[in-house]
């Protein structure tokens, strides 16, 4: 029960990653190429895999989706609200 609370909290935010993962900042004057992109993507995908994983674990906390959202410089922003319900699922169940 406490595990499904924040696998839906985190299923949510990792959609929400996978679904902008395309969107970035760059130097104007230097745009990614395809494969930049590509391989951008590639990690933020393994890294919402194990955010999902992680969801899955009765003995998971907030801090290790915490180590994983911040392990990369370029994960894309998300609203505050998706954040908020993940840390809230965890705090919810003391974790």
């Known amino acids: 029960m406490h595990t499904e609370r924040i696998s839906k909290a ?4 990792t959609a929400h990653v996978r679904k902008y ?3 970035t900042g760059w130097d104007i004057h230097q745009h990614p190429t395809s494969a930049e992109k590509a391989d951008r993507r590639a990690v933020i995908e393994a890294i919402c895999d194990e955010m999902d994983a ?3 674990k009765p003995d998971s906390r907030f801090s290790d989706f915490e180590a994983l959202r911040h392990a990369y410089d370029f994960f894309p922003p998300t609203p505050p ?3 908020s319900a993940v840390a809230d ?3 919810s169940v003391g974790r």
């Open 81 to 83: 609200d998706l954040l």
């Open 21 to 23: 993962a395309d969107i």
């Open 10 to 13: 985190v299923a949510a935010f």
């Open 54 to 56: 992680l969801a899955q």
């Open 89 to 91: 699922a965890f705090l």
